[in-house]
C-alpha cells in the first residue's frame, strides 16, 4: 500500500525564484505530512517564474534549470518524498522541450520531454516533441510519464504496460472546462484499458502577464480500474475544483495484481491481437 498525492496548484505571480520556492514547497510538505510517497505537480509549473519582475519570455527558462533542478533535489531529500516537479522547459541544442522531472531523495532525476504537442505549444511557442517513452523504477512500481495532452493517445499507455508501467503519471495544464474533461476523462479510460493506477496533477489559477496562461482550470485526480475492491467509478480521491490543494490516496499494488488475475474483466488480456497490432 503505497500513498500517492497529486497537487492542484493555483497560479500566482511571484516576485522571486525564492517566492516561488516557498510556494512549492508548501505542496511538497503537505504531501509528506500526508505521509505520501510521491508527490505529483503539475505541467508547466515553472512558468511562474516569468511573473518574476524582469524576466523574459518562455526562451529564457531554461537560464533557471540549474536553480529548478537543486530546488527539486532539496525538497525532495529534506522531506524524503519523491516529486515529479510538473515540468519545465528545458534546451536541448537550439530546441526547447516540455519536460517532466521526478526527483528521488537520493538525488537521482529522471526525465521525460512530451511527445505530443498541442497547437500553441507547436505556435507560437516553437517547442520540440520528444522521440519516446521512459519507464522509471520508483522502488515500490514501474511508472511512466506522459504528459498532458500524451494522455489523449491510448498508444501511449498501452506501450507504457507492455513494458511493465503499473502507473500513469500525468502533470497537465487546461486552461478551459473542454480541455480538463478531455484530459481527466482520458486518464480515467487509460486507468480501465489498462488495469493500472493514474495520477493526475493540474493548474489552477492565472498568470496575467503570461500570454496563453491567463486562465487555469481543474481538479486533481487519482483513478483505478473499475472493478472490485476499487469505488464503482473509478476515481480513488479528487480535489475541489479549481481550489489550491493536495489530494492523496492509497495504491495498493496487490489489490491491482489480483484485479488483473481475476477481476469482473480483463480488459489487458483480452486484446485481439487477431484483430488488430498489440502494444509491445
Sequence with gaps: MIRIAASQYRFQSVASFDEFARRVETHVASAAEFG????????????????????????????????????????????AIQVLAGTHLIADGNNLRNTAHLFFPDGRIERQA????????????????????????????????????????????????????????????????????????CAAARAIENQIYVALSMTTGSLLSVPLMRANYGRASLHTPCDYPYPPGGVLAEGEMNDDQVVCGDFDMAALARARAGGSVKTWQDRRGDLYPLAT
Excluded at 42 to 53: A, C, D, G, N, W
Excluded at 137 to 151: H, K, S
Aim: glycine share 6%; hydrophobic share 40%; aromatic share 8%.
Design 114 to 185: 512530451k511527445n505530443h504537442l498541442t497547437p500553441c505549444e507547436v505556435t507560437p511557442w516553437n517547442l520540440k516533441p520528444g522521440d519516446g517513452l521512459k519507464i522509471v523504477d520508483l522502488g515500490f512500481a514501474r511508472a511512466a510519464m506522459p504528459v498532458c495532452y500524451d494522455i489523449e493517445f491510448p498508444e501511449l499507455a498501452r506501450q507504457a504496460r507492455a513494458r511493465g508501467a503499473d502507473i500513469l503519471l500525468v502533470p497537465s495544464c487546461t486552461d478551459d472546462a473542454h480541455g480538463y474533461h478531455r484530459v481527466r476523462l
Design 36 to 79: 505520501a510517497k510521491l508527490l505529483v505537480m503539475p505541467e508547466y509549473l515553472s512558468f511562474e517564474l516569468l511573473t518574476v519582475p524582469g524576466a523574459g519570455g518562455i526562451e529564457s527558462l531554461p537560464q533557471a534549470t540549474q536553480a529548478y533542478e537543486d530546488l527539486f533535489k532539496a525538497l525532495s531529500a529534506r522531506h
